[in-house]
């Protein structure tokens, strides 16, 4: 049951309510303590999240949350750096809004997950298209593990500068269970200020990837120091339905 005298908001310079095509969706940013590697996912979802969420609302987690749950983590002091990742960082894209492969523990980890054959593949494919204005190889040869590898820096907080987070393991498996357990859609999102991407989701969500990622475009979590891992997703009232009413499409 919702709290009753809470006023639910959104995070700083975002925006509450979204259209999604003939939908309109209200996002509020739930604000936790800093959640560390090896806390409870779902005691944290019941605290933070249960007591405000309506039936037919939909909750966002953001991968890192779940990733620091689960101990998807790798720390500076257990990476062997390779002379292919000192070489390979060393030319790889400087992203401007924070560290990305150019950072070598990244790319030490990616060749972990990936294998150096794979991420030698994918630096030449990379800088083979490049000149054309082709972006993406190398994370579409490499795979989506190595481009959801955060941290390793103190963009946002020291917490993360000795150590990686790495991909969620079995994001699906982990919104269904978080159905399951508290009767709340789910989808896990690796999302950011120019690209959102969804990770998993439970099998009852009311819509498509697609539209699910149309509805937090705009990345209402924040990128920032916002600690607000969890967004409640609730559809507005549209004529002839109540608030919250799970309609597929």
Not at 36 to 58: H, M, S
């Amino acid at each position: 049951m919702a709290l009753q005298e809470e006023v639910l908001h959104a995070n700083p310079n975002k925006m509450i309510r979204i259209n999604v095509g003939n939908d309109e969706f209200s996002r509020y940013a739930i604000q936790t303590h800093f959640i560390t590697a090896g806390e409870d996912l779902f005691a944290n979802v019941e605290k933070y999240v249960i007591p405000r969420a309506q039936a037919g609302d939909i909750l966002s987690l953001g991968e890192k949350v779940v990733s620091l749950c689960q101990g998807d983590v790798i720390y500076k002091k257990d990476l062997h750096l390779t002379p292919l990742a000192r070489i390979l960082s060393h030319f790889a894209y400087k992203n401007p809004r924070g560290p990305a492969m150019d950072n070598v523990y990244k790319m030490q980890a990616a060749i972990n997950t990936a294998g150096s054959l794979r991420v030698l593949l994918g630096a030449i494919l990379s800088a083979l298209t490049k000149p054309f204005g082709v972006r993406g190889v190398f994370y579409n040869v490499v795979g989506h593990g190595a481009r959801n590898i955060d941290g390793f820096c103190v963009v946002g907080f020291d917490y993360y500068a000795d150590k990686g987070i790495l991909a969620p393991s079995h994001p699906d498996e982990t919104c269904t269970a978080l159905k399951d357990r508290f009767g709340i859609d789910c989808m896990i999102v690796d999302a950011n200020d120019i690209s959102v991407q969804i990770l998993g989701t439970n099998k009852e969500i009311p819509f498509s990837r697609e539209k699910l990622a149309k509805i937090i475009r705009d990345n209402p979590a924040g990128q920032g120091r916002q600690q607000t891992p969890f967004i409640l997703i609730r559809r507005e009232q549209i004529a002839g339905y109540p608030s919250g009413w799970p309609l597929l499409s």
